[in-house]
């Protein structure tokens, strides 16, 4: 499976190449690959989220614990990568906006969501939405406000979607089953 992230301005595309490893830059305009970013040390790119000029990549092959996410800017030559300390099993879900990143564990069951504040020294673990606590197994999509300030989530199971405030990490509505 793979991903595209746009650029606010809409001229640059960038999508997840998972079997080579790489994730393309692309010219709108054109349709061109202007450029491939490597990312051998981070295999299976499968999910984007680009936040300005920083792009969180999720990546892993899965089952084997070595899942994870990385960012980098875009606007540099010579990307440098940041990882973040988490160890997955598969390659994690990611949403930026505002101050926020998100990131969601998939393949297992209970799913966790992990929020992050994005500070000028990277991103900071502001704290986890326990999938175990909640209940909620199977995690298919997150998504995150434009101010970072909700995440939704859409769970396999319960069947539902919830809106979450990014900052206590308190479910704020559910819509769907049972709500």
């Known amino acids: 499976m793979g991903d595209l992230a746009l650029t606010a301005d809409g001229t640059r595309l960038y999508a997840t190449l998972r079997g080579s490893n790489q994730v393309a830059e692309i010219d709108t305009g ?7 970013i490597p990312l051998n040390a981070y295999p299976c790119p499968s999910h984007l989220a680009l936040l300005g000029t920083r792009l969180y990549v999720g990546y892993g092959c899965g089952g084997d614990w070595k899942a ?41 069951s209970p799913s966790d969501i992990f929020v992050y504040d994005l500070t000028d020294t990277g991103p900071t673990m502001r ?7 909640h209940r909620l197994s199977n995690l298919q999509d997150i998504s995150i406000t ?17 809106a979450w ?3 206590g990490l308190t479910l704020v509505r559910s819509y769907g089953e049972g709500s």
């Open 165 to 167: 405030d990014t900052t």
């Open 68 to 108: 994870g996410v990385v960012g980098f800017d875009v606007s540099a030559a010579e990307p440098e990568f940041a990882t973040l300390s988490l160890e997955l099993d598969a390659a994690p879900l990611v949403a930026a906006a505002g101050q926020k990143l998100v990131v969601g564990e998939t393949v297992i």
């Open 146 to 162: 434009a101010d970072g300030s909700t995440v939704f989530s859409a769970f396999g199971a319960p069947y539902r979607f919830d």
């Open 30 to 36: 054109s349709l061109t690959v202007i450029r491939r």
């Open 127 to 133: 704290g986890i939405i326990n999938g175990n606590t």
